[in-house]
């Protein structure tokens, strides 16, 4: 190894070594879990409190979001929040229970329960006051501190039928 590197480069190429094998998956870990943060308090204040004020500051002004309730992709802040504000008009008791998060580099990956009851009109189907609860995942995609991607999959049948939009099976026609 003298051949290729003299005395004086081995110790700054050990340190560089070092640094790279012991300081980045620690720095990786801290981005995932500030990453993490900041979903729990994305589905805790955005979500189940529907404060925009919050989704102000953790929601890209150009975020993209898919969801089973909205036709096409959503691709602004204004109509991510527009999105929120319908959800809670509909349902103004709306909660997220978070069940688990997961982190691996930029994405976050959330196991949820929702709850609420059916208080407004939702999708064109008048309020039946009827509750609901259904499980789900979502992923999300953070940059600079913001979600600026979104993926939602959920039980959106299984909630149609508890707010009796839709039947259950077996009730067809009665």
Same mark, same amino acid.
């Given at each position: 190894?003298?051949?290729?590197?003299?005395?004086?480069?081995?110790?700054?190429?050990?340190?560089?070594?070092?640094?790279?094998?012991?300081?980045? $998956?620690?720095?990786?870990?801290? *981005?995932?879990?500030?990453?993490?943060?900041?979903?729990?308090?994305?589905?805790?204040? *955005?979500? !189940?409190?529907?404060?925009?004020?919050?989704?102000?500051?953790?929601?890209?002004?150009?975020? *993209?979001?898919?969801?089973?309730?909205? $036709?096409? $992709?959503?691709?602004?802040?204004?109509?991510?929040?527009?999105?929120?504000?319908?959800?809670?008009?509909?349902?103004?008791?709306?909660?997220?229970?978070?069940?688990?998060?997961?982190?691996?580099?930029?994405?976050?990956? =959330?196991?949820? *329960?929702?709850?609420?009851?059916?208080?407004?009109?939702?999708?064109?189907?008048? =309020?039946?006051?009827?509750?609901?609860?259904?499980?789900?995942? !979502?992923?999300?995609?953070?940059?600079?501190?913001?979600?600026?991607?979104?993926?939602?999959?959920?039980?959106?049948?299984?909630?149609?039928?508890?707010?009796?939009?839709?039947?259950?099976?077996?009730?067809?026609?009665?």
């Amino acid at each position: 190894m003298h051949r290729f590197l003299s005395k004086l480069e081995v110790p700054g190429v050990v340190a560089l070594l070092i640094a790279i094998s012991f300081s980045s $998956p620690s720095q990786a870990a801290s *981005v995932q879990e500030e990453n993490k943060a900041l979903v729990r308090k994305y589905l805790e204040e *955005v979500v !189940s409190r529907g404060n925009m004020v919050v989704a102000d500051q953790l929601v890209a002004s150009n975020v *993209v979001f898919t969801s089973p309730y909205t $036709p096409q $992709p959503i691709r602004d802040l204004a109509g991510f929040k527009q999105m929120i504000t319908m959800l809670h008009a509909s349902f103004p008791d709306l909660r997220i229970h978070e069940e688990d998060l997961i982190a691996e580099g930029d994405k976050v990956v =959330s196991r949820w *329960v929702a709850r609420g009851t059916q208080q407004g009109e939702f999708m064109g189907f008048s =309020s039946t006051g009827k509750q609901f609860a259904i499980t789900g995942i !979502s992923i999300y995609r953070i940059a600079d501190g913001k979600i600026v991607e979104g993926w939602v999959n959920d039980d959106s049948l299984g909630m149609m039928q508890q707010l009796g939009i839709i039947p259950q099976p077996g009730q067809a026609g009665k």
